[in-house]
């Protein structure tokens, strides 16, 4: 099992940045695809980007792509998500997720834990 925390949210300006973090707890996090998620209000839950396990593959959502980076340090049991040129649209509470599944899925339903979420706020 793994605890996922985010952190590295709030307000922020658009064409502005903002650096995500989510620390994960046990010694396997190397073992998990992991993975970010946002919801906005009034809307379903959306894919955002994902990483591999060696970090050796990444996918966005078109909505982000070259604007926004995933990467992970598994020595330090993190994954973090580079947020540039943001704007009002990518307003939403982001989680992070952590999957067993082979390789990465952009489906909720493949992801097994779940961070508790953090907030992004772009004003325009």
């Known amino acids: 099992q793994v605890q996922l925390v985010e952190s590295g949210g709030g307000l922020v300006q658009a064409v502005g940045s903002l650096r995500l973090s989510c620390a994960a707890s046990?010694?396997?996090?190397?073992?998990?695809?992991m993975g970010w998620f946002r919801q906005a209000p009034g809307k379903e839950g959306e894919f955002v980007a994902g990483?591999?396990?060696?970090?050796?593959?990444?996918i966005y959502a078109d909505s982000v792509l070259g604007r926004f980076t995933i990467s992970r340090d598994n020595a330090k049991n993190t994954v973090y998500l580079q947020m540039n040129s943001l704007k009002p649209e990518d307003t939403a509470v982001y989680y992070c997720?952590?999957?067993?599944?082979?390789?990465?899925?952009?489906?909720?339903?493949?992801?097994?834990?779940w961070g508790q979420g953090t907030q992004v706020t772009v004003s325009s």
């Open positions: 997720a952590a999957a067993q599944t082979l390789m990465i899925s952009t489906r909720t339903k493949s992801y097994d834990y």
């Open positions: 046990g010694r396997t996090f190397s073992s998990y695809i």
């Open positions: 990483i591999s396990r060696k970090a050796d593959s990444t």
